[in-house]
């Protein structure tokens, strides 16, 4: 995998988590005034398999893009923009 694949995980990640908790967030309505307030939200007690989803995927994704980016380097040299 490139470069560009290892920034395609970082975004994605980036992306996945917030969005799993925005969908966990919908299906729990208390929790639409409790997010802001709260530092854990009633979304996580109740759908903690979705919450916890998110949290795997992107830890997971984090990694592979590191790992992409660490091997892309060894190949072709130190990465520049």
Do not use: K
């Not at 560009?4 to 969005?19: F, H, S």
């Amino acid at each position: 995998m490139s470069a560009r694949g290892a920034a395609a995980c970082w975004l994605v990640a980036g992306i996945a988590y917030p969005t799993l908790e925005a969908a966990a967030a919908r299906v729990c309505p208390d929790t639409a005034t409790r997010t802001t307030s709260s530092v854990i939200s009633q979304a996580g007690f109740t759908l903690s398999h979705l919450m916890n989803t998110g949290f795997v995927l992107q830890g997971t994704l984090f990694f592979v893009g590191a790992l992409s980016l660490a091997r892309a380097s060894e190949t072709t040299g130190p990465v520049s923009s």
